[in-house]
């Protein structure tokens, strides 16, 4: 504990007055609302979700479920109007629904995603109108109809937000009935792949089936891979150096601890971190360089909340 102390209290000393008010800046930055990033975030995921729909599932009747599967179907059965079209009405309905079982609060930005990425899927169909499928590949259409509304959820997902539509029958169901909010939207859905066969036949549902089954699991695994980050664990000769390094070269921070070897009984300095994974290279670089018989551990890890990286 004493060596831990004496370490904490030379860094310190170590560190200038011109340091330490650059990482009180950098923590004031990562702390306040990201405001424009935010904005910016959100309309980039509905505008992949948006091609993802208009190019991609509605040219194949690829009806998967949530709005663009009600609007696809509803295009069929009423074809003087596009999916984009539909998409406003059923949205709109949707945010009716919501402003009277829901306050204005607890819409939030679903709102504004419900009715943006109408916007974004009428724009598409009037920039690149398509009377047929892109290609003539069944399955490549489907693999990008999954995975570019998959991509473009996670990153709404990731910043807090939603992409509209039956998010908010989720939040009035969850308020008003007890119902499993899973069940009942997995239900909705599967009513929606139901009528897909009806309307366009057995190869088309049972791509509707597919997509369905690939729809989660992709937008888990895309969400993952956004906010994956390394927790790295060093022992090192000297970690006075290698804690300036962490704070001064990578803008992060740390934690040491004192740890006992169990073959030789020898006491170390343990430094562990948080990183990104350009940040985590740029950390085994730097001890490939001083310290090669540094030993390093990396464990990856997609649920980091706290300051720097999620908010709480």
């Known amino acids: 504990m004493r060596e831990r102390d004496c370490l904490v209290e030379r860094l310190e000393n170590e560190t ?8 009180l800046r950098l923590s004031q930055r990562r702390e306040r609302p990201r405001g424009i990033v935010f904005f910016a975030e959100i309309n980039l995921g509905l505008a992949i979700t948006a091609i993802g729909i208009a190019l991609f599932k509605a040219p194949n009747h690829f009806a998967l479920g949530g709005t663009s599967g009600i609007s696809i179907i509803l295009s069929t059965l009423f074809p003087a109007l596009h999916v984009g ?28 995603s419900s ?31 999954v995975l570019l509304p998959a991509v473009g959820s996670a990153i ?15 939040m009035i169901l ?47 695994e895309a ?30 921070t740390a934690t040491l601890r004192t740890e006992t070897g169990a073959f ?3 006491r170390y300095e343990v430094v562990v971190t948080v990183l990104t994974r350009r940040e985590a290279t740029k950390l085994r670089l730097f001890l490939q360089d001083y310290d090669r018989e540094a030993f390093l551990t990396m464990v990856n890890s997609s649920e980091i909340v706290g300051r720097g990286f999620r908010g709480v």
């Open 16 to 23: 200038t007055p011109a340091e330490r008010a650059e990482a």
């Open 85 to 112: 079209s539909f998409m406003w009405i059923v949205n709109a309905g949707l945010v009716l629904l919501g402003l009277v079982f829901l306050d204005r609060t607890t819409m939030g930005w679903t709102v504004f």
């Open 115 to 145: 009715f943006a990425l109408s916007a974004y899927v009428s724009a598409v169909e009037w920039a690149l109108p398509l009377a047929a499928p892109l290609t003539g590949d069944t399955m490549l259409e489907l693999i990008f109809a």
């Open 156 to 170: 709404v997902f990731n910043i807090g937000a939603s992409t509209g539509g039956t998010d908010i029958l989720a």
């Open 174 to 220: 969850r308020r008003h009935t007890s119902l499993e909010i899973g069940k009942a939207l997995m239900v909705s859905d599967a009513l929606i792949v139901l009528a897909a066969f009806g309307l366009y036949g057995p190869r088309t549902g049972l791509y509707c089936v597919l997509g369905l089954v690939c729809k989660t699991l992709f937008i888990d």
């Open 223 to 252: 969400i993952e891979s956004i906010n994956q980050r390394k927790v790295c664990t060093v022992l090192c000769r000297d970690p006075r150096r290698l804690v300036r390094f962490i704070v001064h070269g990578l803008h992060r």
């Open 264 to 266: 030789k009984g020898q």
